[in-house]
């Protein structure tokens, strides 16, 4: 169940994560232009869409590795605490169920 949670929760927090590459069409410039913008502000997800990969097959070090994109905004960013903690917090919480379903299933071996 908990690995489930940790799933659920990574790919909300990816769609959330997303949303914020739709201010481009609010920009002026071409259509490519605009395109290209939405890919690249799309990156983020993308390496998050790798990392659930990686949770979804080896919960342990994916956890793991969720928690530290969970903390990155803390130290990359110089939005108010706050903020960085909306942005991070999905992938903080996915992480925590990822590493406690890994231990779950390792126990129950």
Not at 63 to 72: E, H, K, P, V, W
Request: glycine content about 16%.
């Amino acid at each position: 169940m908990l690995l489930f949670a940790g799933r659920g929760l990574a790919m909300l927090g990816i769609g959330f994560i997303s949303l914020f590459a739709l201010d481009v069409f609010g920009m002026e410039g071409s259509l490519a232009w605009r395109l290209a913008g939405f890919v690249a502000h799309l990156a983020p997800s993308f390496v998050l869409a790798g990392l659930l990969a990686v949770a979804w097959r080896w919960p342990g070090p994916g956890g793991a590795l969720f928690i530290a994109a969970g903390l990155s905004p803390l130290f990359l960013l110089s939005n108010p605490v706050g903020v960085n903690l909306l942005l991070g917090g999905p992938f903080l919480l996915a992480g925590a169920a990822f590493m406690a379903g890994s231990l779950v299933r390792r126990v129950a071996r």
